[in-house]
């Protein structure tokens, strides 16, 4: 399982950034992914799944300006995060599910993607 | 939202000792109740899932214990390369949640 994000970047308050997540070493669409992110010095904050059936949950503190997508024939996972502010100023992880349903713990997590918002 | 309050926030230990960091959950989550380890610049590490389950790869040092509300790691003989941050998770209800971390530091 290898997982890949990028995307990040510094970034201006009231902007949007679109993250991305490159799977390999499995069936990608076989499983469902998350974003969780940690701002510095804390700790991970779950911030959204999506099923393998395209089924979506979110932190209530980013479901009006976050949007997670996946494109299985890419491979590839996103995020995509609006109306920026400094709370947002965190690493992104993707993880993948164990199993090929919801799994409540994260055994595999990509490298994350900084993302810094400041003016 | 579970809240969870990891105590201490840092401990200091001397190589060989054995540690016992704790986890409290703001209401019951059963036993979903998982550990990750966190070096600096690196992403978590699944330590120990349901409370006590073992993961493959991971020393047999690092032991699991609790229910419901009050949760422990602990670390049979810590050793230098255990010198990270633990944090504990829940999955038992959605939003999934993260403690703020235990750090262990040199003595």
């Known amino acids: 399982v290898q997982l890949v994000e990028s995307g990040g970047g510094l970034v201006q308050p009231g902007k949007s950034l679109k993250l991305s997540c490159s799977a390999s070493g499995f069936t990608f669409s076989s499983y469902g992914m998350h974003w969780i992110r940690q701002a510095p010095g804390k700790g991970p904050d779950w911030v959204a799944y999506i099923s393998s059936t395209s089924g979506i949950v979110y932190a209530d503190a980013v479901k009006d300006r976050f949007t997670i997508s996946r494109d299985n024939a890419k491979n590839t996972l996103y995020l995509q995060v609006n109306s920026l502010n400094s709370e947002d100023t965190a690493i992104y992880y993707c993880?993948?599910?164990?199993?090929?349903?919801?799994?409540?713990?994260?055994?595999?997590w990509g490298q994350g993607t900084l993302v810094t918002v400041s003016s | 939202d579970v809240v969870l309050t990891q105590s201490p926030a840092t401990l200091s230990v001397t190589p060989g000792e054995r540690i016992s960091l704790s986890c409290r959950a703001s209401e019951s989550v059963d036993t979903y109740l998982h550990w990750y380890q966190q070096k600096p610049n690196e992403s978590p590490r699944l330590l120990i899932k349901y409370v006590s389950q073992s993961i493959s790869g991971i020393p047999s040092r690092f032991s699991g214990s609790g229910s419901g509300t009050d949760f422990t790691l602990s670390i049979n003989g810590v050793a230098l390369e255990d010198l990270s941050v633990f944090y504990c998770?829940?999955?038992?209800?959605?939003?999934?949640?993260f403690g703020a971390g235990t750090k262990l530091d040199l003595k």
């Open positions: 998770q829940q999955g038992h209800s959605l939003p999934f949640t």
């Open positions: 993880a993948r599910d164990y199993s090929s349903y919801m799994t409540n713990w994260f055994p595999y």
